[in-house]
Each structure stands twice: as structure tokens, then as C-alpha cells.
T-cell receptor
């Protein structure tokens, strides 16, 4: 089944403890992206990657890192999480990027709470 | 960049039609999308429309695009309780040498049995 898999689905952590949210897609998509979803703010893009070893900042990149060493994986790293990073995070992928006819395929989300 | 605006809530009775509206600011937007998010799930692509189209119909869904007013709407005919979800409008725009996709804040559709 074609899908984007995120892990974990739920995570509670403490301020300052480094964490990684994994994202993997099995569709050979070139484009991958991370979003956070907050009440009243909708979806905001954190980072995106057009292809292997090519990443770029989205609208809200502060406090996050990403890497794209393989086409299928695009982990989101929080080096020192803070409470304002408590959010619902989505990974998405697309065959060729924004504007692709088939749109994005989204993962099921990771609900992160930083205390 | 692009701004995409939607109303936040819509409530309809089962069997009625729902119309969700969206406005965007970048007149060069090439593709416009509607995504659906059910509770506890990620977003799923519902439908899309190219900027050179006025209308697209897909079973119970009708998308209307008014390029002059930069207005997009999604009509769901014979709305069912299973249609209760958050609906996101999204538009592409060209920025920083590449295309980007901007989402609206989402419209929560509640269907009353």
C-alpha cells in the first residue's frame, strides 16, 4: 500500500531532551515536507526537501532540523524541544513537489507534547 | 507569499448541500486543491482544479473557480454524516525560485443528522 509512515504517533517529552520523529514513504516520491498544525493557525510548513541532500526552510523552521540522506526517509529532529513546539506534526510527500496533479500524500500525524 | 482564507466553521443538515468557500491572493496560482481531514487522521486529497478551468465535477463534489475574484468553492451534494471533517483549501504559488503550496486554516464541517 502506498503510504507515508510517521513514528511515533504520540510522544510526551521534557524540555531540552533531543528527539527525532521519523517519516518514510514507499512511493519513490522526490518531494517531502514537514508541517505543524496548531488550532487557529492551520498548517505551517517547517522544512521541505526537493530530493536527496536538498533541503530548505519553510515558514517556521526555528528549533527544527531535517536531513534527507535517502529518498524514502525525511526525519524531523528537535535538538532542544521547548513547550511552544507542542503541536500536531505531519509529514507529506509528493511525486514532484507543489503543483503536482496528484497533490500530497500525508502521514497520520505525530502528536508531540513538550512539558 | 500567498494567503489563503477560509471560514472556520460550517454546519449543515444531512441531505442538504454544503458549500465551503476559499479566497486566495496570488493570481498566478496554477493548481488549487481541496483536502479533507477526518478526526485523528492526516489530510487526504479530495480534488483539484487547474487555473484554466472554471468548474470540475466528481460525483458529489463540485469545485468552482472564479479566477477574476480569486475565489474557490467546494460544493458537496447530499451531505452525509461521514462528510463531517475539516476541509482545507490549498493553492500553489511561485516564491524563492520554486513552487510552494499554501494551505488555508481549514473549515470544520459539522453535519447534523
Amino acid at each position: 500500500e502506498a503510504q507515508v509512515t510517521q513514528n511515533p504517533r504520540y510522544l510526551i517529552t521534557v524540555t531540552g531532551k533531543k528527539l527525532t520523529v521519523t517519516c518514510s514513504q514507499n512511493m519513490n516520491h522526490e518531494y517531502m515536507s514537514w508541517y505543524r498544525q496548531d488550532p487557529g493557525l492551520g498548517l505551517r510548513q517547517i522544512y521541505y526537501s526537493m530530493n536527496v541532500e536538498v533541503t530548505d526552510k519553510g515558514d517556521v523552521p526555528e528549533g527544527y532540523k531535517v536531513s534527507r540522506k535517502e529518498k524514502r526517509n525525511f526525519p524531523l529532529i528537535l535538538e532542544s524541544p521547548s513547550p511552544n513546539q507542542t503541536s500536531l506534526y505531519f509529514c507529506a510527500s509528493s511525486l514532484s513537489g507543489p503543483g503536482a496533479v496528484y497533490g500530497y500524500t500525508f502521514g497520520s500525524g505525530t502528536r508531540l507534547t513538550v512539558v | 507569499g500567498e494567503d489563503v482564507e477560509q471560514s472556520l466553521f460550517l454546519s449543515v443538515r444531512e441531505g442538504d448541500s454544503s458549500v465551503i468557500n476559499c479566497t486566495y491572493t496570488d493570481s498566478s496560482s496554477t493548481y488549487l486543491y481541496w483536502y479533507k481531514q477526518e478526526p485523528g487522521a492526516g489530510l487526504q486529497l479530495l480534488t483539484y482544479i487547474f487555473s484554466n478551468m472554471d468548474m470540475k465535477q466528481d460525483q458529489r463534489l463540485t469545485v468552482l473557480l472564479n479566477k477574476k475574484d480569486k475565489h474557490l468553492s467546494l460544493r458537496i451534494a447530499d451531505t452525509q454524516t461521514g462528510d463531517s471533517a475539516i476541509y482545507f483549501c490549498a493553492a500553489t504559488y511561485s516564491g524563492a525560485g520554486s513552487y510552494q503550496l499554501t494551505f488555508g486554516k481549514g473549515t470544520k464541517l459539522s453535519v447534523i443528522p
